[in-house]
């Protein structure tokens, strides 16, 4: 059964850091991680393309959040700083079916779905 796994996340005050994990079976072209709010769509808050680690962020979190991968542990990570209220979700990374700048980041074309942690991040 194919799997993602995720790891950390957790509770943290405004500016502080924390750093999600997700364990792959398979090296994958890319990757990437979203959130979800309850009553809103899922969405893209980074993706990554991993043989080259050139990366796209969303618009709200550039400059705070980096995704990154290890290729050797098929691990991908996604280190969180100076976090706000705001970015309180549940995060699920992912698998997407398409690797271009577009479809990475859509939530309709992703193959497989971590398990989802969540992050919350008080004022």
């Known amino acids: 059964q194919l799997r993602l796994v995720q790891s950390g996340g957790g509770s943290v005050q405004a500016g502080g850091s924390l750093r999600l994990s997700c364990v792959d079976q398979?090296?994958?072209?890319?990757m990437a991680w979203f959130r979800q709010t309850p009553g809103k769509e899922r969405e893209a808050v980074a993706g990554i393309y991993t043989s080259t680690g050139s990366a796209q962020y969303t618009d709200s979190v550039k400059g705070r959040f980096t995704i990154s991968q290890d290729n050797t542990k098929k691990t991908l990570y996604l280190q969180m700083d100076s976090l706000k209220p705001e970015d309180t979700a549940m995060y699920y990374c992912?698998?997407?079916?398409?690797?271009?700048?577009?479809?990475?980041?859509?939530?309709?074309?992703?193959?497989?779905w971590g398990q989802g942690t969540q992050v919350t991040v008080s004022s």
């Open positions: 398979y090296a994958r072209a890319c």
């Open positions: 992912a698998a997407p079916l398409w690797c271009d700048s577009t479809r990475m980041m859509d939530a309709n074309t992703v193959e497989l």
